[in-house]
Protein backbone atom coordinates (compact mmCIF):
# COMPACT_ATOMS: atom_id res chain seq x y z
CA UNK A 1 0.00 0.00 0.00
CA UNK A 2 1.22 3.32 -0.91
CA UNK A 3 2.06 5.18 2.63
CA UNK A 4 1.05 8.48 0.97
CA UNK A 5 -2.41 7.91 0.20
CA UNK A 6 -4.84 9.23 2.71
CA UNK A 7 -8.54 9.43 3.70
CA UNK A 8 -10.05 12.25 5.10
CA UNK A 9 -13.18 12.64 7.67
CA UNK A 10 -15.19 15.57 7.49
CA UNK A 11 -17.30 16.97 9.70
CA UNK A 12 -17.25 18.37 13.45
CA UNK A 13 -18.73 15.35 15.10
CA UNK A 14 -16.90 12.94 13.12
CA UNK A 15 -13.60 14.60 13.74
CA UNK A 16 -14.22 14.84 17.29
CA UNK A 17 -14.72 10.92 17.25
CA UNK A 18 -11.80 10.22 15.58
CA UNK A 19 -10.15 12.36 17.91
CA UNK A 20 -11.44 10.37 20.82
CA UNK A 21 -11.04 7.43 19.22
CA UNK A 22 -7.27 7.95 19.61
CA UNK A 23 -6.93 6.42 16.26
CA UNK A 24 -3.74 8.05 14.02
CA UNK A 25 -4.50 11.41 12.43
CA UNK A 26 -2.17 12.70 9.65
CA UNK A 27 -3.24 16.63 10.30
CA UNK A 28 -6.50 18.50 10.84
CA UNK A 29 -7.30 21.75 7.96
CA UNK A 30 -9.81 24.02 9.50
CA UNK A 31 -11.19 27.12 7.59
CA UNK A 32 -9.43 30.29 8.83
CA UNK A 33 -11.46 32.17 11.18
CA UNK A 34 -13.39 29.44 12.44
CA UNK A 35 -13.24 29.71 16.42
CA UNK A 36 -16.80 29.15 17.39
CA UNK A 37 -18.77 26.55 18.86
CA UNK A 38 -17.56 22.86 18.75
CA UNK A 39 -14.02 24.06 16.91
CA UNK A 40 -12.73 24.64 19.68
CA UNK A 41 -13.10 21.68 21.24
CA UNK A 42 -11.63 19.75 18.12
CA UNK A 43 -8.30 22.15 18.23
CA UNK A 44 -7.95 21.18 22.41
CA UNK A 45 -8.23 18.11 21.51
CA UNK A 46 -5.89 18.01 18.73
CA UNK A 47 -2.97 19.99 20.90
CA UNK A 48 -3.55 17.33 23.87
CA UNK A 49 -3.56 14.58 21.27
CA UNK A 50 -0.15 16.65 19.43
CA UNK A 51 -1.74 16.50 15.78
CA UNK A 52 -0.94 19.40 13.74
CA UNK A 53 -3.85 21.88 12.88
CA UNK A 54 -3.41 24.10 9.56
CA UNK A 55 -5.57 26.82 8.77
CA UNK A 56 -6.98 27.45 5.22
CA UNK A 57 -8.79 29.86 3.02
CA UNK A 58 -12.28 28.98 3.04
CA UNK A 59 -12.21 28.45 -0.89
CA UNK A 60 -9.33 26.24 -0.37
CA UNK A 61 -11.03 24.21 1.84
CA UNK A 62 -14.40 23.63 -0.37
CA UNK A 63 -12.10 22.35 -2.87
CA UNK A 64 -10.52 20.26 -0.43
CA UNK A 65 -14.21 18.82 0.84
CA UNK A 66 -15.55 15.89 -0.24
CA UNK A 67 -18.99 16.41 1.42
CA UNK A 68 -20.86 19.60 0.75
CA UNK A 69 -21.52 19.47 4.28
CA UNK A 70 -18.08 19.59 5.81
CA UNK A 71 -18.38 21.86 8.84
CA UNK A 72 -15.01 24.19 8.29
CA UNK A 73 -12.92 21.02 9.68
CA UNK A 74 -11.40 18.44 7.42
CA UNK A 75 -8.90 15.42 9.10
CA UNK A 76 -6.29 13.60 6.96
CA UNK A 77 -6.04 10.20 7.83
CA UNK A 78 -4.20 6.94 7.05
CA UNK A 79 -6.88 4.77 4.89
CA UNK A 80 -9.18 2.79 6.29
CA UNK A 81 -8.21 -0.34 8.09
CA UNK A 82 -10.47 -3.50 7.40
CA UNK A 83 -10.41 -6.19 9.54
CA UNK A 84 -10.70 -9.97 9.20
CA UNK A 85 -13.91 -12.13 9.57
CA UNK A 86 -12.16 -13.45 12.54
CA UNK A 87 -11.45 -10.68 14.03
CA UNK A 88 -15.56 -10.19 14.40
CA UNK A 89 -16.06 -13.28 15.78
CA UNK A 90 -13.23 -12.41 18.44
CA UNK A 91 -14.63 -9.69 19.52
CA UNK A 92 -17.67 -11.58 20.48
CA UNK A 93 -15.46 -14.06 22.20
CA UNK A 94 -14.22 -11.51 23.94
CA UNK A 95 -17.55 -9.82 25.12
CA UNK A 96 -18.57 -13.03 26.30
CA UNK A 97 -21.76 -12.68 23.68
CA UNK A 98 -23.07 -14.73 21.03
CA UNK A 99 -21.98 -13.50 17.38
CA UNK A 100 -23.85 -10.84 16.21
CA UNK A 101 -22.63 -10.11 12.49
CA UNK A 102 -24.64 -7.89 9.45
CA UNK A 103 -23.47 -8.86 6.05
CA UNK A 104 -23.87 -6.18 3.23
CA UNK A 105 -24.42 -8.11 -0.06
CA UNK A 106 -24.30 -5.22 -2.45
CA UNK A 107 -25.07 -1.98 -0.61
CA UNK A 108 -23.64 1.18 -3.04
CA UNK A 109 -25.26 3.79 -1.57
CA UNK A 110 -22.28 5.49 1.00
CA UNK A 111 -24.84 7.22 2.76
CA UNK A 112 -26.83 4.21 3.21
CA UNK A 113 -23.61 2.35 4.45
CA UNK A 114 -23.08 4.88 6.47
CA UNK A 115 -26.17 4.65 8.41
CA UNK A 116 -26.35 1.21 8.67
CA UNK A 117 -23.07 1.54 10.27
CA UNK A 118 -24.17 3.79 12.63
CA UNK A 119 -27.22 1.72 13.49
CA UNK A 120 -25.35 -1.33 13.72
CA UNK A 121 -22.60 0.49 16.28
CA UNK A 122 -25.67 1.64 18.89
CA UNK A 123 -27.07 -1.77 18.13
CA UNK A 124 -24.06 -3.84 19.86
CA UNK A 125 -23.53 -5.32 16.21
CA UNK A 126 -19.96 -7.23 16.68
CA UNK A 127 -19.08 -6.34 12.95
CA UNK A 128 -20.04 -5.70 9.27
CA UNK A 129 -19.06 -7.92 6.10
CA UNK A 130 -18.98 -6.27 3.04
CA UNK A 131 -18.06 -7.14 -0.23
CA UNK A 132 -14.48 -6.09 -2.25
CA UNK A 133 -16.74 -5.42 -5.74
CA UNK A 134 -19.34 -3.61 -6.80
CA UNK A 135 -20.56 -2.25 -3.25
CA UNK A 136 -20.03 0.96 -1.34
CA UNK A 137 -16.46 1.29 0.81
CA UNK A 138 -15.39 3.50 3.87
CA UNK A 139 -14.70 7.01 2.56
CA UNK A 140 -15.59 10.56 3.87
CA UNK A 141 -18.68 10.35 3.59
CA UNK A 142 -19.47 7.19 5.12
CA UNK A 143 -17.49 8.56 7.93
CA UNK A 144 -19.38 11.30 8.19
CA UNK A 145 -23.18 10.01 7.70
CA UNK A 146 -22.17 7.40 10.49
CA UNK A 147 -21.70 10.21 12.75
CA UNK A 148 -17.75 8.75 13.42
CA UNK A 149 -19.67 5.06 14.19
CA UNK A 150 -17.02 3.86 11.80
CA UNK A 151 -14.33 4.34 14.09
CA UNK A 152 -16.09 1.76 16.67
CA UNK A 153 -16.86 -0.47 14.18
CA UNK A 154 -15.31 -3.80 12.54
CA UNK A 155 -15.35 -3.78 9.11
CA UNK A 156 -14.56 -6.86 7.29
CA UNK A 157 -14.00 -6.99 3.16
CA UNK A 158 -14.35 -10.26 1.99
CA UNK A 159 -13.80 -11.27 -2.10
CA UNK A 160 -17.54 -13.87 -1.78
CA UNK A 161 -19.88 -13.45 0.20
CA UNK A 162 -21.23 -16.71 -0.03
CA UNK A 163 -18.28 -18.50 1.31
CA UNK A 164 -17.95 -16.34 3.65
CA UNK A 165 -21.54 -17.20 5.01
CA UNK A 166 -20.69 -20.71 4.52
CA UNK A 167 -17.50 -20.52 6.75
CA UNK A 168 -19.67 -18.43 9.77
CA UNK A 169 -22.04 -21.71 9.25
CA UNK A 170 -19.39 -23.78 9.94
CA UNK A 171 -18.90 -21.50 13.24
CA UNK A 172 -22.08 -22.33 14.38
CA UNK A 173 -24.41 -19.31 12.61
CA UNK A 174 -27.28 -19.25 11.89
CA UNK A 175 -27.87 -16.91 8.69
CA UNK A 176 -30.97 -14.79 8.76
CA UNK A 177 -31.35 -13.15 4.80
CA UNK A 178 -34.43 -10.50 4.30
CA UNK A 179 -36.39 -11.01 1.11
CA UNK A 180 -40.28 -9.41 0.30
CA UNK A 181 -41.43 -12.45 -1.06
CA UNK A 182 -40.85 -14.70 1.92
CA UNK A 183 -43.71 -15.65 4.32
CA UNK A 184 -42.08 -15.16 7.83
CA UNK A 185 -42.41 -11.44 9.35
CA UNK A 186 -39.33 -10.55 11.03
CA UNK A 187 -40.69 -10.55 14.54
CA UNK A 188 -42.38 -14.51 13.93
CA UNK A 189 -38.63 -15.47 13.81
CA UNK A 190 -36.45 -16.11 16.37
CA UNK A 191 -33.17 -14.27 16.12
CA UNK A 192 -31.57 -15.16 19.18
CA UNK A 193 -28.27 -16.90 19.40
CA UNK A 194 -25.39 -16.61 17.19
CA UNK A 195 -26.68 -15.18 14.44
CA UNK A 196 -25.75 -13.23 10.93
CA UNK A 197 -28.40 -11.09 9.21
CA UNK A 198 -28.12 -10.40 5.77
CA UNK A 199 -29.33 -6.93 4.09
CA UNK A 200 -29.46 -6.72 0.44
CA UNK A 201 -28.59 -4.34 -2.25
CA UNK A 202 -30.59 -1.57 -2.69
CA UNK A 203 -32.10 -2.30 -5.96
CA UNK A 204 -31.93 -5.96 -6.14
CA UNK A 205 -32.25 -7.51 -3.31
CA UNK A 206 -30.28 -10.17 -1.87
CA UNK A 207 -28.37 -12.22 -4.78
CA UNK A 208 -30.17 -15.40 -5.34
CA UNK A 209 -26.80 -17.47 -4.71
CA UNK A 210 -26.83 -15.64 -1.52
CA UNK A 211 -30.61 -16.26 -1.09
CA UNK A 212 -30.14 -19.96 -1.31
CA UNK A 213 -27.06 -19.79 1.38
CA UNK A 214 -29.15 -18.46 4.29
CA UNK A 215 -30.52 -20.48 6.42
CA UNK A 216 -34.18 -18.07 6.44
CA UNK A 217 -35.59 -15.61 5.53
CA UNK A 218 -38.10 -12.72 6.61
CA UNK A 219 -39.47 -9.90 5.43
CA UNK A 220 -40.91 -6.50 6.63
CA UNK A 221 -44.61 -5.97 6.34
CA UNK A 222 -45.55 -3.84 3.37
CA UNK A 223 -48.74 -1.92 3.81
CA UNK A 224 -48.04 1.51 1.70
CA UNK A 225 -48.39 1.75 -2.30
CA UNK A 226 -44.25 1.88 -2.42
CA UNK A 227 -43.18 -1.87 -1.94
CA UNK A 228 -39.99 -1.34 -0.52
CA UNK A 229 -37.74 0.26 2.28
CA UNK A 230 -34.21 1.93 2.22
CA UNK A 231 -31.69 -0.25 2.92
CA UNK A 232 -30.55 1.27 6.58
CA UNK A 233 -34.01 1.80 7.38
CA UNK A 234 -34.37 -2.50 6.69
CA UNK A 235 -31.63 -2.73 8.68
CA UNK A 236 -32.48 -0.58 11.47
CA UNK A 237 -35.72 -2.57 12.43
CA UNK A 238 -34.91 -6.15 11.99
CA UNK A 239 -31.41 -5.86 14.11
CA UNK A 240 -33.17 -3.75 16.48
CA UNK A 241 -35.87 -6.69 16.78
CA UNK A 242 -33.16 -9.05 17.11
CA UNK A 243 -31.47 -6.73 20.08
CA UNK A 244 -35.50 -6.82 21.89
CA UNK A 245 -35.02 -10.49 21.87
CA UNK A 246 -31.80 -11.18 22.71
CA UNK A 247 -32.19 -8.78 25.83
CA UNK A 248 -35.42 -10.74 27.02
Not at 26 to 31: E, M, Q, S, V, W
Not at 130 to 155: C, D, E, L, Y
Not at 182 to 190: G, S
Not at 211 to 237: E, H, Q, R, Y
Amino acid sequence: MNETYQDQVEGRNAVIELLESGKDINKIFITKGERHGSINKIISLAKENKVVIVEKEKRKMEEMAQTENYQGVIAMVPPYEYCEVEDILNKAKERKEEPFILILDGIEDPHNLGSIIRTAETAGVHGIIIPKRRAATVNSTVNKVSAGAVQHMKIARVTNISDTIEMLKKQGLWICGTDINTKTYYYDQDLTGAIGIVIGNEGNGISQKVKKNCDFLVKIPMKGKVTSLNASVSTGIVIYEAVKQRIK
